[in-house]
């Protein structure tokens, strides 16, 4: 899968952009210095895949700030993608509207081949891998920095599970709010089924494919990490679901945590009823806490390296390669289960790597059909790598291709 055609409208800094990429696909080299908008770009094309910026609190920061000031403002990403033997066109708007004569209201409409969707329908139209320094938080940071990584992944690919995870916040939401009601001044316990219900069904999908994907993704990574390493560490990825279906060990000896585990083989019906009867269980307990104690949004996924957590006792080293091995195998899962490779997306990750992992990065973009990457320093690559790339040079909310 490839893009071939990208136009931004009031996009952060970018208020008109208008670029073909090149074809056949390769890798496109965008450079320029500090605070040119290279990172936007690449948000931008993010943003195509899954319809969350990945640090902006709101979309409103997406809406040129200029254009943001007029009564109605319109942050458009229009491409142009290959796809399965055909072209598409992927359209999204992000809209800040006036309401009455102070409110403003943003919202966003998507266009998949000039039909108008919804996002849980129009994501997974469009695949890309996002490699951001700051995301060595993914191995090192809390649990939610992880829980996000594989959202956004499985979100691509695993058909119904967008909309599975914006259901499951909804009711996790309102059965918050009701267990702190039912705890500060009591009530009909009976109201949480419903929503013990709604979590369960929801979460059983997100589950379900979490635990599937975990392990396929696992071993991807642990044979890229073992090329990467020379064959030095052996990379596991132990995943934990808050609410897990297996059997709890008797007398609360926990198993070690490092010893595999085998969750595969549960079926949708088992998990959600599971679940069900494991809210219910919790139920005066929650009542007393307020909050729902198990589930999706409590799941964590540990990186394990040669015995150790990464995210507790690696190297800076250890922890930039194990993300490198998660990020080549995200695209390389995405692959595996929809034959198309995404577009990764890559944004000074070089300037961080050493030599070797430089140069282990390069070669294994091979595979993958297109790459943009940003740099402030186009000396950083090999200047035969250079020679097969496309520069684009960005400047001020402006880019030109050339050399
Ligand atoms: N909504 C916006 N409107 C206008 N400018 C913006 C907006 N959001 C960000 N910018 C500006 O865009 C510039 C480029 O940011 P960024 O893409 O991170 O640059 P780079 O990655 O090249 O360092 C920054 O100077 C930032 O202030
Ligand atoms: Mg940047």
Partial sequence: MHLTHLSLTNFRAFSRLDMALPNPPGVVLVVGDNAQGKTSLLEAV?????FSSFHAN???????????QDALSVARIVAEYWRSGRMHRLEVRVILDS???????????????????????????????????QMMQIIEGGPEERRRYLNLALSQVVPGYAEALSSYQQALQQRNAL???????????????????LLAQHGATILLARMNAVQEMERLAARIHLRLTRN????????QPAYDPLPQPEGQYKLAIQTPVQRLGFTYEQLRRGFVERLLALRNEEIGRGVTTIGPHRDELRFWSNGLDLGDFGSRGQV?????????????WMHEKTGEWPVLLLDETLAELDVQRRADLLESQDEVQQVLMTTTDLKLFPQEFVDNCTVWWVQNGCVTAGD
């Fill in 99 to 133: 309401v009455g004569p102070t409110g403003r209201r943003l919202r966003k409409e998507v266009l998949v081949d000039g039909v108008k969707r919804t996002v849980g329908q129009a994501v997974g139209n469009f695949l890309a891998v996002l490699f951001l320094p």
């Fill in 320 to 332: 930039r390669t194990a993300l490198l091995s998660a990020k080549l195998a995200e695209a390389a």
């Fill in 46 to 50: 993010f943003y195509l895949a899954t």
């Fill in 58 to 68: 709101s979309d409103r920061q997406l809406i040129n700030l200029l254009a943001a």
């Fill in 232 to 239: 030095q560490e052996v990379l596991r990825w132990i995943y």
């Fill in 179 to 197: 267990l702190k009601l039912l705890s500060e001044r009591g009530g009909a316990v009976e109201q949480l089924d419903y929503w013990d219900g």
